[in-house]
T-cell receptor
């Protein structure tokens, strides 16, 4: 069964609105969560790394004011796409990494992804 | 340079039989591997993952095998069902870094 849950799996919004995507680790504490974006026929691009209780570290070229990431608890990280535009339409994927104490291995688990369509 | 390769663009399997999808990679630094399934006109759906500390991961009808020495990954679907017909992508990365996807294998399960 899924150990990382993403919600919503599909969202359609109007241009100019903000959209929040949640990423939850279901049965372990995730000290680190990663957010990726996938363009059609391309690889996943790492957008940012978030650690619980601290500010996210954004990859070069990713606008931190546009893609707000909050990792307020050990089981939840959120990605908010602010003032969304059609070019933000994409597939967003999160992954969560537990500590050795939680899952014993520090493995990385992926959410199922969220498809954002901005009209 | 294609770091992740899926050499079979298509595969047809009879319903109830085993489907085996293969994936090869070149970068020995890769330590996380994913399989995604994609239906036409939809985004990819995460299927199963495996880290390099394991050589097998099973989830229901889906099992992924990792052979690190051969840099080879395979996905087994048993038993195959018509609803499994889709394009399957494997992907690999080193921790926290960009994932590299293969070009996909189109699986057709014949009823």
């Amino acid at each position: 069964g899924a150990v990382v849950s993403q919600h919503p799996s599909w969202v359609i919004c109007k241009s100019g609105t903000s959209v929040k995507i949640e990423c939850r680790s279901l049965d372990f504490q995730a000290t680190t969560m990663f957010w990726y974006r996938q363009f059609p026929k391309q690889s996943l691009m790492l957008m940012a790394t978030s650690n619980e209780g601290s500010k996210a570290t954004y990859e070069q070229g990713v606008e931190k004011d546009k893609f707000l990431i909050n990792h307020a608890s050990l089981t939840l990280s959120t990605l908010t796409v602010t003032s969304a535009h059609p070019e933000d339409s994409s597939f967003y994927i999160c992954s969560a990494q537990g500590t050795r104490g939680s899952r014993g291995t520090g493995e990385l688990f992926f959410g199922e992804g969220s498809r954002l369509t901005v009209l | 340079d294609q770091q992740v390769k899926q050499n079979s663009p298509s595969l047809s399997v009879q319903e109830g039989r085993i489907s085996i999808l293969n994936c090869d990679y070149t970068n020995s630094m890769f330590d996380y591997f994913l399989w995604y399934k994609k239906y036409p006109a939809e985004g990819p759906t995460f299927l199963i993952s495996i880290s390099s500390i394991k050589d097998k991961n099973e989830d229901g009808r889906f099992t992924v095998f990792l052979n690190k020495s051969a840099k080879h990954l395979s996905l087994h679907i048993v038993p195959s069902q018509p609803g499994d017909s889709a394009v399957y992508f494997c992907a690999a990365s080193s921790t926290g870094n960009q994932f590299y996807f293969g070009t996909g294998t189109s699986l057709t399960v014949i009823p």
